[in-house]
C-alpha cells in the first residue's frame, strides 16, 4: 500500500507540475514570435518563384495562410497547429525530397515541434483578433509551454551529450570551425591557447543550462549568460535562427504572472483588447521576473477571471 500510495503522489504531482494553470500572455508572445521566427527560416525558400512542382505550390500558400493568421491570432490555436503540421510537411518535403540543406536542419524540426506545442496552450488569448472578436478567459492550462521549455531541455542536454567527445573538447572542432570561416589553413597561435577552455566552457555551460533554467534562483543569471552565449554564436558562426529561437523560447520557463505583469507594465493588454491587469503590479509588491515567489498574490481578481 505504502508503495502504491507514494506512486500515486508523485503521479499527482507530475500531472500537477504539467498542468499549471495561469496567465496566457507568454503563450501569446511566443506565438507572435515564432510565426515572425518561421518565416525568416522558410520564407525566402517557399517564394513561388522557388516552386519545382505542384507540392511547393501547395505547401507556401498553406504555409503562409496558416501563419499568418497565427501571427495576428485569427483562430489563434488553430492556426499554430495548421502552421506546425505546415513546418513538418516543409521540413520533410523540401529537406529530405528536394535535398534543401537549409530546410532539413535541427531548428527547423525545432521550430516545426515548438510551434505543436504551442497549439496545445491557449496562446490565442490575449494580443489577437480573437480576443477582439469575443471575450476570452484570462487564464489557462499552459501545459503547451512546459512541453517547449522540456524540449529546449533536451536540445542543450544532448547538445551537450554529443560535444562530450576528444575532437571537440580538445579544441579541434573549433579550430576546424574557424578556420572554414576566417582564418584558412593559416590559424593564429593564439587561437591553440583559448579553443580547448572555451570548447569545454561551452560544453559545461549546455549541461547546466539544461537542468539550471529549471531552478527559480539561478534562472535570470543562466538566462542573462545564454543569451550572451547565443549572441556569440549569432555573430561568430551561421547558425541561421538557431540563437533567436533559443532565446525566445525562455520565455517559456518564465513564471506566467512575472510575463503577466511585465506586459501589464507597458499597458499590452488594454491596448489590443484585452484586460488592463495594472494592479497586478501592486499586488506582487515587486516579484522578480523568473521567480516564483508572489505568485499567489499576483493572482488575478474572481471578478476579472470571469
Not at 510575463?259 to 497586478?280: E, K, P, Q, T, Y
Request: hydrophobic share 50%; aromatic share 10%.
Amino acid at each position: 500500500m505504502g508503495a502504491r500510495d507514494a506512486r500515486e503522489r508523485h503521479l499527482q504531482h507530475l500531472t500537477g507540475w504539467l498542468n499549471r494553470v495561469g496567465p496566457t500572455e507568454g503563450a501569446s508572445l511566443l506565438r507572435i514570435a515564432l510565426a515572425l521566427i518561421a518565416w525568416a527560416q522558410v520564407g525566402d525558400r517557399l517564394s513561388l518563384a522557388h516552386a519545382r512542382d505542384g507540392w511547393d505550390v501547395v505547401l507556401a500558400i498553406a504555409f503562409y495562410c496558416a501563419s499568418s493568421c497565427m501571427l495576428v491570432g485569427w483562430r489563434g490555436r488553430l492556426a499554430a497547429g495548421a502552421t506546425g503540421l505546415a513546418l513538418v510537411a516543409i521540413y520533410h518535403h523540401f529537406g529530405e525530397v528536394h535535398g534543401i540543406e537549409a530546410l532539413h536542419r535541427h531548428q527547423s524540426w525545432l521550430l516545426a515541434s515548438t510551434v505543436l506545442c504551442l497549439s496545445l496552450s491557449p496562446c490565442h488569448q490575449h494580443l489577437s483578433l480573437d480576443r477582439r472578436r469575443q471575450p476570452l478567459p484570462l487564464d489557462g492550462n499552459l501545459w503547451g509551454l512546459r512541453l517547449i521549455a522540456l524540449q529546449l531541455s533536451v536540445v542543450y542536454l544532448f547538445g551537450a551529450i554529443d560535444k562530450t567527445n576528444p575532437a571537440f573538447l580538445s579544441g579541434a572542432r573549433l579550430e576546424q570551425i574557424f578556420a572554414e570561416h576566417y582564418f584558412g589553413a593559416a590559424l593564429p597561435e593564439w587561437l591553440s591557447y583559448v579553443s580547448a577552455p572555451v570548447s569545454v566552457g561551452i560544453t559545461i555551460f549546455e549541461y547546466v543550462l539544461a537542468i539550471g533554467l529549471w531552478v527559480p534562483r539561478l534562472r535570470r543569471p543562466l538566462m542573462m549568460l545564454g543569451i550572451t552565449m547565443h549572441a556569440c554564436f549569432f555573430l561568430l558562426l551561421p547558425v541561421s535562427t538557431f540563437s533567436i529561437l533559443s532565446v525566445v523560447l525562455y520565455l517559456a520557463y518564465l513564471e506566467p504572472v512575472s510575463v503577466s505583469i511585465v506586459c501589464a507594465s507597458f499597458g499590452i493588454n488594454a491596448r489590443f483588447g484585452g484586460v488592463d491587469r495594472s494592479g497586478l503590479l501592486r499586488a506582487a509588491g515587486g516579484t522578480s521576473l523568473g521567480r516564483g515567489e508572489g505568485t499567489s498574490a499576483c493572482a488575478p481578481p474572481a471578478s476579472a477571471q470571469r
